[in-house]
């Protein structure tokens, strides 16, 4: 029998990516040690999308959540599946979800990061997948009450969904660290809940998920908007605009204008975060770092995408252009044979 299943269900843009990461490199060595990662990466992004039952889930999926259970069936150690989609469940899902790990002891784990880095970080999320709204309507339809996508992705509402089905404490809330702090902090954190030992795992710098200059994700936004009804999301645009325009082009440009919330709209962001860390302090659970850690600090003036003029739009397209041109020579060297072609259009195709 299954000792304890860790969901480790988001919230996005939370440091997911360099967990994981250490995660699956070290799958082999966390094994032996008696935890298990079911499946693959691929196989919990599929059974997510299977639990929430999402319009965009990749009609060539595979695996269904369901099977990843079954591939827990057995194991007498703990059990780790992590995907920070799995926050976005309706609590009808969420209780499916739970109730198909009994008997074992589940323990819900949920990340939280303070909202001045959040918002430019979720909407720019949602502009590399396929979304076309401004940054400044973004915020707007937040700042009016709207936008439950993205409040049912934040720790107080993913807590309540799925954390009011197990024990108190069975439910972590794990803060990610201030910029500065040492790079290794966060996944001690995650480790210290899901009780693996430190040492155990091989540690590198988080890989950097780069993040697009004010002038390239405005780019990408009417990219996207133009693009109508081809490569819709998810599998076709991640096949086409995500691999040949996102990752080829935008990501490789350095120097781009950062941009963030604006100090127009400091007050109620600050407002926010502060009824955001008093409901959190009054809900029982396990904290991993600190509330404090939620509310935002250095909040540096930063223009929004909305504020470019058509010429900084026009010079980040062009410059996007020759990208993508460079970016087809490479593909094009006679040095790539047709053998080494289809082998990497299958692994798209996966």
């Known amino acids: ?73 057995g194991w007498s150690g703990d059990v780790i599946i992590t995907n920070e989609g799995l926050g976005g469940a309706t609590a009808a899902q ?9 008997p074992a002891e589940v323990h819900i784990v949920v990340a939280g990061r303070d909202l001045w880095r959040t918002f430019p970080s979720v909407w720019q999320q949602g502009i590399r997948s396929r979304n076309i709204g401004s940054f400044g309507s973004f915020l707007d339809t ?53 009780g693996i030992p430190d040492g155990l795992c091989e540690l590198e710098a988080p890989s950097a998920n780069a993040s697009l200059g004010a002038a390239e994700i405005e780019v990408l936004r009417r990219v996207n908007a133009a693009l109508g009804d ?13 691999r040949h325009l996102v990752d080829a082009v935008l990501k490789q ?27 959190l302090r009054n809900y029982p659970c396990d904290i991993l770092g600190d509330l404090d850690e939620l509310r935002p600090a250095d909040l540096n003036p930063a223009p929004t995408p909305d504020e470019l003029d058509d010429t900084q739009i026009l010079d980040a397209a062009i410059e996007t252009i020759i990208g993508m041109l460079a970016h087809a020579e490479t593909l094009d060297q006679p040095t790539e044979t047709l053998k080494n072609r289809v082998k990497r259009s299958l692994r798209l195709d996966r």
């Open 1 to 73: 029998m299954v000792g304890r299943v860790f969901l480790h269900i988001g919230a996005p843009k939370t440091g997911s990516t360099y967990v994981q990461t250490v995660l699956w490199r070290n799958r082999d060595v966390l094994r032996t040690a008696g935890v298990l990662l079911p499946g693959s990466s691929l196989a919990h992004d599929e059974a997510m999308t299977d639990l929430r039952q999402v319009t965009w889930r990749d009609p060539a999926a595979t695996w269904t959540w369901d099977r990843l259970v079954a591939e827990t069936a």
């Open 94 to 102: 969420a209780a499916r979800a739970v109730e198909s790990l009994q």
């Open 142 to 194: 937040i700042e009016r009450g709207g936008n439950d996508a993205f409040w049912d992705h934040m720790p107080n509402r993913m807590l309540r969904r799925w954390g009011d089905l197990v024990p108190a404490a069975h439910r972590h809330l794990v803060t990610v660290p201030p910029p500065g702090s040492p790079h290794d902090l966060l996944w001690r954190r995650f480790a210290y809940v899901m």
């Open 230 to 242: 081809r490569y819709p999301h998810r599998s076709p645009y991640q096949r086409v605009v995500q």
């Open 253 to 279: 440009r350095t120097g781009g204008l950062r941009f963030g919330v604006g100090l127009n709209r400091a007050d109620w962001v600050l407002a926010l975060a502060e009824q955001q860390i008093t409901e």
